[in-house]
């Protein structure tokens, strides 16, 4: 037989041999590196023989805790607001003030130059300070235009706290001649009040307070 054909036939021979090994190799690598995907992220496991293998999941999906995201309070800094306009020749006296807000069971914040509404466990119910920029409340001080705050942060009753507050504001605007405005800075009306307590009862509702829901008048 003519040497060239022997030598074909050893490559040929040779190649196939070469192939099977690196198959087996290939097989054996792969099959030792098998990665079972969670169910969470696919309604079935992918690359998996049998779902009863005993090859350990590693990449378990769960849902994580609030806590781990370290997340903000989206109530943080966020208020129901109303405003109470002065008229330009009756400005309301400080010590007037000082003393009708005492009554009402509000205290006065020395540093903050503010009014606070506090409950028996000291959480701040509504803030009352003065309405313009940069200007704080005392008798030093021309008072144009107070601001009513309540926070909606750490309120376990929001619809009762406003109440509280729109009714200690409508006193404040009769006894000063004060003309009520909303947080919009327009008239306050029968019907804004109403809308305002719609919403913090719905703010109660969706903070899960535990309050019951009542028709509100």
């Known amino acids: 037989m003519n040497p060239i054909y022997w030598y074909v036939i050893y490559i040929i021979f040779g190649t196939a041999i070469i192939g099977g090994l690196i198959y087996l190799f290939r097989k054996r690598i792969f099959s030792s590196n098998r990665i079972i995907f969670s169910k969470d992220l696919d ?12 090859i350990e999941v590693k990449n378990e999906i769960r849902i994580p805790t609030q806590a781990e995201f370290d997340l903000e309070d989206p109530n943080e800094d966020k208020f129901l607001s109303i405003h109470l306009l002065a008229k330009a020749e009756k400005r309301p006296d400080f010590n007037l003030l000082h003393t009708k807000l005492s009554a009402n069971g509000l205290s006065f914040d020395d540093r903050k130059k503010v009014f606070i509404k506090m409950n028996t466990n ?69 019907q804004t009040v109403a809308n305002y307590k719609e919403r913090a009862a719905e703010l109660d509702i969706n903070l899960g307070n535990n309050v019951a829901r009542r028709r509100i008048k």
Not at 43 to 54: A, G, L, M, S
Not at 169 to 174: G, Y
């Open 122 to 190: 000291h959480v701040i119910h509504f803030y009352l300070l003065n309405g313009e920029a940069e200007k704080d409340l005392s008798a030093e001080t021309s008072i144009a235009i107070l601001t009513f705050l309540l926070p909606l942060k750490g309120q376990n009753n929001i619809l009762k706290v406003f109440e509280n507050m729109i009714t200690l504001a409508r006193n404040l605007a009769t006894s000063f001649e004060m003309k009520l405005l909303d947080d919009d800075f327009n008239p306050v009306s029968d």
């Open 43 to 54: 309604d079935r496991p992918i690359n998996v023989i049998n779902e009863k293998t005993t």
